[in-house]
């Protein structure tokens, strides 16, 4: 079984930064692949997808955090980051870290941790 413990988050300013952290735990075989994401869910809203990072290093975004947020992973740490710059209060929400374990392209795992809450307000 994987654990996802999400850290950083907090109170910011508009405009402000937070760096987000997932640490992994758990033994995981390395016939799969692993792909991480960071998700968001604020009260009232879906869930969605803020940036993902795929086993490769290559990255995609939300249209909403283009040009403000950078998805990072180290893989011998078990660790994915967020660096949020330029915040918004619409990034207000609770940040989840998910991680999908696949093999061809079939996804045979899914483990999510229980996320962290951030906050922009002045």
């Known amino acids: 079984q994987v654990q996802l413990v999400e850290s950083g988050g907090g109170l910011a300013q508009p405009g402000g930064s937070l760096r987000l952290s997932c640490a992994a735990s758990?033994?995981?075989?390395?016939?799969?692949?692993?792909?991480m994401g960071w998700y968001r869910r604020a009260p009232g809203n879906q869930r969605e997808l803020v940036a993902a990072?795929?086993?490769?290093?290559?990255?995609n975004y939300a249209d909403s955090v283009k040009g403000r947020f950078t998805i990072s992973r180290d893989n011998a740490a078990n660790t994915m980051y967020l660096q949020m710059n330029s915040l918004e209060p619409e990034d207000t929400a609770t940040y989840y870290c998910?991680?999908?374990?696949?093999?061809?392209?079939?996804?045979?795992?899914?483990?999510w941790g229980h996320g962290t809450q951030v906050t922009v307000s002045s």
């Open positions: 758990g033994r995981i075989s390395r016939i799969y692949n692993v792909d």
């Open positions: 998910k991680v999908d374990l696949r093999r061809i392209g079939i996804t045979v795992g899914t483990y």
């Open positions: 990072i795929t086993s490769a290093g290559t990255t």
